[in-house]
């Protein structure tokens, strides 16, 4: 289901219930999943209608390569991680989105994936706001 | 743990052993993963020392993602599935590859990811060989 979200965008209701706006790139709108078990972050391009990556047309798929990877070596960059884990999905929110998370030995579900493993635990609020910082300053 | 795979290009042992190889594109070696459970194919850069998308070069990048999106496409195609799932994961294989995966209502483990569900059940090998061929004829 989407939701009118300002600028005439929409975005599905599960991914703003879950997420919370970090900054505005170029094609994408940047949140942060809101799960402090992983510094988890989720790039919403802004094409409400399209579901799978090869929908996109050329140019915009250049620009998400292009967001993926500054996102990426950010996050890497911000929390020293392990490996960066990068998932395209949508099993369940249609609405196209790109997770990208900084995954180390030993966090929870290690080395297995992220989605779907036991149940979402909130940022503490003053947390959350100083992890969405470091990943602006390090955009 | 790279093995030597003809042409001076190397393939680490997990891969070569859980895929079978499908095509070669521009920039990737395509692989079929050896698991009926979903119709499951793997793009393999030929950069063996990368680990991290945003370790390649910018025509790397612009590369792969033109090989992920035909691929995408064809699997989409080629299935009739109901959702494309891509991801890099490499927690376990630290070589960069890439997943794209068919999935679709009712499969093993819908709607959660196909990474670390189960036990890997291989294919019977004139089935595995028509799933490639299958691909092949739609890229």
């Given at each position: 289901?989407?939701?009118?979200?300002g600028?005439?965008?929409?975005?599905?209701?599960?991914?703003?219930?879950?997420?919370?706006?970090?900054?505005?790139?170029?094609?994408?709108e940047?949140?942060i999943?809101?799960d402090?078990?992983?510094?988890?972050?989720?790039?919403?391009?802004?094409?409400?209608?399209?579901?799978?990556?090869?929908?996109?047309?050329p140019?915009?798929?250049?620009m998400?390569?292009?967001?993926?990877?500054?996102?990426?070596?950010?996050?890497?960059?911000?929390?020293?991680?392990?490996?960066?884990?990068?998932?395209?999905?949508?099993?369940?929110?249609?609405?196209?989105h790109?997770?990208?998370?900084?995954?180390?030995?030993?966090?929870?579900?290690w080395p297995?994936?992220?989605?779907?493993?036991?149940?979402?635990?909130?940022?503490?609020?003053?947390?959350?706001?100083?992890?969405?910082?470091?990943?602006?300053?390090?955009?």
């Amino acid at each position: 289901m989407l939701k009118n979200h300002g600028k005439g965008v929409v975005l599905d209701r599960r991914l703003d219930n879950d997420t919370e706006p970090v900054t505005w790139l170029g094609l994408c709108e940047l949140r942060i999943m809101n799960d402090r078990r992983w510094p988890w972050l989720i790039l919403v391009p802004q094409r409400p209608d399209m579901q799978e990556l090869h929908d996109l047309t050329p140019l915009d798929q250049a620009m998400l390569t292009f967001e993926m990877n500054l996102v990426g070596e950010a996050l890497k960059k911000a929390t020293g991680c392990t490996k960066i884990n990068t998932g395209a999905l949508g099993n369940i929110v249609r609405q196209l989105h790109v997770h990208v998370v900084a995954r180390s030995e030993g966090d929870p579900n290690w080395p297995g994936p992220v989605w779907g493993h036991g149940t979402r635990e909130p940022w503490p609020r003053e947390d959350l706001y100083r992890f969405a910082e470091q990943i602006r300053a390090s955009l």
